[in-house]
Structures are given as structure tokens and as C-alpha cells.
């Protein structure tokens, strides 16, 4: 089993719509639970992150995470055709240098 | 004023070769990270310097070295290009311990092909 599980995709939806993308891991260690957006050939950026559990929201992005389920998401509400893009999921632990492993990214189309 | 960049952005090269990638990064940064991303955009970590000292270092053939001559460099050096070394390669710098999700800046990607 992989650490991070993510659903590649592809995912597409219209214009206005509510997105909701999502991680599952594996190591009880993750503590710290991000969100990088990965324009097409560009490197990836910083969206979000999380420590621990809980919700946090941001603009139209909420980020959860249930470490009791080992699950994350991100949700972007009124989805804009700017938001096309690849989504990669990110954790790390203390004690690891910070070392962050990704997940396999989710690859979003927002359709005007 | 790029914030981590990499050259060359793409490299086409033929099997059994040497090449290298350079990294810059002008943020200030104490830690310097190389990543791969495959076909499927799968980003994996294979190295990460801290203050010019290797800290992560990933289950990646030895024919991958990197280099770090200060802490605004990070280059990587590949010897005997294999067809499977074929991937977009990212730098990225952060500060490793100025919040503990540990942001990290991405340089634009190196493509490298073997042929």
C-alpha cells in the first residue's frame, strides 16, 4: 500500500461547480497536510495546509483533514475555468527533516 | 526576479550520456530539495540539502549525484542516462524551520528526454 492514495482523474465539471478532491494515507505519523496546485508545465505552489485535524478555509478552497480516518480533501466552491489544473496532496512528520511525500495529483478541468 | 530557477529548461540527450541540471534559488532559503516527476505526475523527493549538508537522501541509483557549493545552489549531475531517467526534474528551496509545514517554492522544471 502506498503511502498517499489519490484519485487521478481526470475530473471535469462545469463552471460554478463545487469540486471536492481527496487523499488517503497510510503512515499515523503525517501531521502537517497540504494542498499544492500544479499549473500545466509549471512547478507545483503552495494552495493550503493543515496541521492536525480540522477544517480551514480560505477564499473559495476548504481544506479538512480526519486523521482518525486518515483522509483529506480540499473543496473549492464556485469553481472557476482558472482552476484547471493539477491538485497534489502533501504530508509530512516531524522528526523526518520535513520531508514531504506527495500523492499522485488529481488532474482538474473547469468547463466555462 | 525568479525565485528558484533551473537550467536548462529542457535537455534532450541520447542513452549513456553525462548532463547536469543547475538550480538557483534567491529567496534566501537554507534547504534545497530535487524531485522527480514521472509521466504520471508522480513528484517523488530524491534530495534535500540543508545549510549545504545532505539530509534526504531517497533510494535513487547512484548514478545520480548532487552538489550543493552553497546554500543558493543545488545542482544535479546524471551520469549514464538511462531511457527510464527520462521525467521532469523540480528544484525547490525552503526555510526549513520557519513553519513547520515546511512551504516549499518549485523551481519552472527541467524535461529531460533520453533518447
Known amino acids: 500500500q502506498k503511502e498517499v492514495e489519490q484519485d487521478p482523474g481526470p475530473l471535469s465539471v462545469p463552471e460554478g461547480a463545487i469540486v471536492s478532491l481527496n487523499c488517503t494515507y497510510s503512515n499515523s505519523a503525517f501531521q502537517y497536510f497540504m494542498w499544492y496546485r500544479q499549473y500545466s508545465r509549471k512547478g507545483p505552489e503552495l494552495l493550503m495546509y493543515?496541521?492536525?485535524?480540522g477544517n480551514k478555509e480560505d477564499g473559495r478552497f476548504t481544506a479538512q483533514v480526519d486523521k482518525s480516518s486518515k483522509y483529506i480533501s480540499l473543496f473549492i466552491r464556485d469553481s472557476q475555468p482558472s482552476d484547471s489544473a493539477t491538485y497534489l496532496c502533501a504530508m509530512s512528520a516531524s522528526g523526518s527533516n520535513y520531508k514531504l511525500t506527495f500523492g499522485k495529483g488529481t488532474l482538474l478541468t473547469v468547463n466555462p | 526576479d525568479t525565485a528558484v530557477s533551473q537550467t536548462p529548461k529542457y535537455l534532450v540527450t541520447q542513452m549513456g550520456n553525462d548532463k547536469s541540471i543547475k538550480c538557483e534559488q534567491n529567496?534566501?532559503?537554507?534547504?534545497m530539495y530535487w524531485y522527480k516527476q514521472d509521466s504520471k505526475k508522480f513528484l517523488k523527493i530524491m534530495f534535500s540539502y540543508n545549510n549545504k549538508e545532505l539530509i534526504i537522501n531517497e533510494t535513487v541509483p547512484n548514478r545520480f549525484s548532487p552538489k550543493s557549493p552553497d546554500k543558493a545552489h543545488l545542482n544535479l549531475h546524471i551520469n549514464s542516462l538511462e531511457l527510464g531517467d527520462s521525467a521532469v526534474y523540480f528544484c525547490?528551496?525552503?526555510?526549513?524551520?520557519?513553519?513547520?509545514?515546511?512551504?516549499?517554492?518549485f523551481g519552472p522544471g527541467t524535461r529531460l528526454t533520453v533518447l
Open positions: 529567496l534566501g532559503h537554507d534547504t
Open positions: 493543515t496541521y492536525s485535524s
Open positions: 525547490a528551496s525552503s526555510q526549513l524551520l520557519q513553519a513547520p509545514y515546511n512551504e516549499q517554492f
